[in-house]
């Protein structure tokens, strides 16, 4: 054979796949977006002339002021407004599709969503958190089309935290054959793992949509993390018209790369469809060879070696992004999270998350809590809408949709739910637990259920009635696979010891002055624990000016708080070292949900008064501490002396410098300095990106501070900082950390706080450079150039 006859076989080939493979193409661009009702917008032949174009993620809800009297649940929102919405897409269709099954996906639009094409109702779908797709096979054709979203968000309650509103999540077209793999169709397990192999099992659902019956082959190939097919199985089954198969297949996998968290191996199974000879789909799943295990003595075991779960919860926002789900600032958050925090888990707390955030945890070994719900009502689905309606088919999206992530170790299917400590039920949630409980062993029995508890004990008991420290665990506690408990912690010991059957995990734990709930039980038996919250999010706050939850560990801005190095001494093994100052006991307290809530302020800067009496903290993991101020040491510590690992320090402000060494095997492992600042005489530019992806979706962290001629934060600088953004990428949020300011979250200018504040940047589909400016009265301006390509 010569090597132009080669070339066209191989050109030959790659035709005939991309005429029978799936094609999932994203639509986020060049919609249309209008507030409010707009008659007709539904059709074809409506004029959206004027309306705003915008690209998806698109959170409506983001933009323009704070309202204090927002339409109904002014704090748990966020004093965020809530509108009604519509958006409109011209879809071009260049290729015959004729033969095709079409299939319109978003995976998430808050909140009950109506979708047209081409002036067609689709259907409407509920629940915000969730995506869904329709079959508009009959609906499209070549050519020019138009697609219509309307949303409602005025419904008040729908969460207890900002929701954000609009498309906020990916829109995909699935361009597929009528003989193909279902939606989440794949499920793979692995039993059975020792050193030689790993036993396999893949179902696979398969769908026969035509009117013809067929004789259908199945291969599934897999791929080793290297990159090599390792194994493969075929199978061979008759079809009936309109039938659906599930086929069941079994492989032995040499010498299996196990998932874990140091080394997160992943697979990918290849689902190849053929109708005859002729290949129909093509899909591919990833998942990881690992065993989890629940049990009374040790809590949780990974590959069979004890894990303690090292967590925090967090909610769907993504700061001055609010709810537009961006992977690229997911990945951001994940980062910060693992590398800087120490995570080895996140609570995905309390509703489905993006696809990308499983996936990234997949991929660099973090553990997931999986969540479906918050409470057990119309929350997600809106008045008059009975959440019995709704469960069974959302869960069983949901488990089908995440249950092949290695990362999901654990399903639960509810918070703090109502029917729990109110009374109004009289089994107290259990009737309802075990249908949820029973459902989802049903569906995937690979993993354990639990259900988060509010912390009341049995019969409903709280903390105010005289027999809560004596009384019981809650009933539901008992029908769970895990007992998980919100701020429980305490009882963990007494539980244990009478109810020895029982396994703990701390779902929820306070943030506080610290974090030192860590020390308060034992972690020989509990799994671990997630501190609420790790991140500050919008909504759910105590009250105005605040505009969301003020006592997270990493700030809007994705920088890590005090509370947060403190919480990271305990999480990480590799040495650190953070000075943090308060001038005294501001300690303040606030109880919520039954529970005390205490922090902390503290401060990253040496700028006091002259001789004003300080406390000096030293947050580290080291075996010993020396502080020196200005060149004088002021003694050495040891942290086995220091209750909790709380190191402090009385001492009188003098300006210049004071330095933490920390010390471990007597050397210098880790070091901490704060000076003095002077004036401020600059801007600087920090981007977290030198090149961008011209994707439209990259984003690029930009942090602005304000320092003196030496390069020091002026932690009391308030300068409005304004922004100016030319060439292939646009501004995408502006921050600064501080909960309480009254600011715009989308603008071209930020005033600092603590002497900086932040600039995100989303790239175009234009491949360039990015110019970003940014000056203020009295300082010197800077400028930094991102590429994109």
């Known amino acids: ?41 539904m059709f074809p032949t409506y004029n959206d002339a004027k309306w705003q174009s915008v690209n998806l993620p698109h959170d409506a809800s983001i933009y323009g002021p704070f309202v204090k009297d927002t339409l109904g649940g002014t704090k748990l929102n966020g004093y965020r407004p809530r509108h009604i919405g519509w958006y409109r897409k011209n879809l071009q269709i260049n290729e015959n599709i004729e033969g095709k099954k079409v299939y319109l996906e978003f995976e998430g639009v808050y909140r009950e969503s109506d979708v047209w094409v081409n002036g067609k109702h689709c259907g409407r779908f509920l629940n915000g958190y969730l995506d869904f797709q329709y079959d508009i096979t009959d609906l499209v054709k070549r050519g020019s089309n138009v697609i219509a979203v309307r949303y409602d968000n005025t419904f008040t309650t729908s969460s207890r935290w900002y929701t954000g509103e609009g498309i906020t999540r990916n829109v995909y077209l699935n361009i597929l054959d009528k003989l193909h793999v279902a939606r989440y169709g794949t499920y793979i397990t692995t039993p059975k793992i020792t050193d030689k192999y790993a036993k396999t099992c893949i179902e696979t659902t398969v769908e026969n949509t035509s009117s013809d019956s067929t004789t259908s082959k199945l291969v599934t190939d897999i791929v080793s993390p290297t990159g090599s097919v390792v194994a493969s199985r075929t199978s061979v089954i008759s079809f009936g018209a309109k039938e659906t198969v599930k086929y069941r297949q079994e492989v032995k996998v040499p010498d299996p790369m196990i998932w874990d968290l140091n080394s997160p191996h992943l697979y990918k199974a290849v689902s190849k469809v053929y109708n005859g000879e002729q290949l129909t789909d093509s899909y591919e799943t990833t998942f990881g060879i690992r065993e989890v295990e629940f049990t009374p003595e040790e809590g949780f075991l990974l590959n069979g070696k004890k894990v303690f779960l090292k967590g925090v919860c967090l909610h769907h926002d993504l700061g001055s992004l609010g709810a537009a789900a961006f992977e690229a600032g997911w990945q951001k958050r994940l980062e910060v999270l693992k590398n800087q925090m120490g995570c080895n888990a996140i609570r995905l707390s309390h509703n489905p998350y993006p696809k990308y955030v499983l996936d990234w945890c997949d991929r660099n070994g973090i553990l997931v809590f999986d969540e479906a719900y918050d409470k057990w009502n119309s929350q997600y689905y ?16 949901f488990i089908k949709r995440d249950r092949n992530h290695p990362s999901v170790f654990i399903w639960s299917v509810g918070n703090e739910v109502i029917h729990q400590y109110t009374g109004e039920d009289s089994t107290y949630g259990v009737l309802q637990l075990k249908k949820m409980v029973d459902f989802v062993h049903a569906l995937e029995p690979s993993r354990k259920v639990t259900c988060a508890l509010y912390p009341a004990r049995y019969n409903a008991i709280k903390y105010n009635n005289p027999a809560y420290y004596n009384s019981a665990p809650h009933q539901m506690a008992f029908f769970t696979d895990v ?49 609420w919250g790790g991140t500050e999010y919008l909504g759910e706050s105590f009250g105005w000016p605040s505009k969301g939850w003020i006592n997270g560990a990493i700030d809007l801005c994705n920088n890590l708080k005090p509370v947060a190095y403190s919480i990271s001494s305990f999480y990480k093994s590799a040495p650190m070292m953070k000075l943090a100052v308060y001038a005294k006991d501001e300690a303040k307290e606030k109880s919520w949900n039954d529970f005390k809530i205490k922090w902390l302020p503290m401060y990253f800067h040496w700028n006091w008064k002259d001789k004003e009496p300080l406390t000096v903290q030293t947050i580290s993991n080291c075996d010993s501490v020396e502080l020196i101020i200005n060149g004088k040491s002021q003694g050495i510590k040891s942290m086995a002396a220091c209750t909790n690992q709380k190191m402090t320090w009385n001492v009188n402000y003098e300006k210049g410098e004071i330095k933490a060494l920390g010390r471990t095997g007597g050397k210098v492992v880790s070091k901490d300095i704060l000076r003095t600042a002077g004036e401020a005489q600059l801007i600087i530019l920090e981007a977290d990106k030198k ?36 060439g292939a990428g646009t501004n995408s949020g502006v921050g600064n950390g501080d909960i309480l300011s009254d600011e715009l979250l ?30 203020a009265k009295g300082l010197k301006p800077a400028v930094v150039v991102i590429k994109t390509h």
């Open 746 to 775: 989308q603008a071209d200018s930020r005033r600092v706080y603590n002497g900086t504040c932040q600039l995100i940047i989303r790239s175009s589909q234009m491949a360039g450079e990015i110019k970003i400016s940014a000056s």
């Open 382 to 397: 809106g008045p008059g809408n009975s959440f019995d309606n709704y469960w069974e088919n959302d869960v069983a999206t």
């Open 1 to 41: 054979m010569n090597k132009q006859c080669f070339v066209m076989i191989v050109l030959l080939s790659l035709l005939q796949w991309r005429a029978d493979a799936r094609e999932k193409i994203l639509l986020n661009f060049n919609w249309k977006f209008q507030l409010n009702e707009q008659s007709g917008a």
């Open 691 to 726: 090149e961008m992806k011209a994707d439209g979706l990259d984003l690029t962290y930009i942090n602005v501070k304000v320092v003196d001629k030496s390069g020091n934060i002026v932690p009391n600088a308030d300068h409005l900082i304004r922004f100016s953004v030319k």
């Open 483 to 531: 007992m998980s408990v919100n701020y429980q912690a305490g009882f963990f010991k007494k539980d244990h010891i009478k109810y020895p059957q029982l396994i703990f995990l701390l779902s929820e734990e306070g943030t506080g002055e610290g974090g030192y709930g860590y020390f308060g039980y034992d972690h020989t038996y509990a799994c671990g624990q997630f501190y």
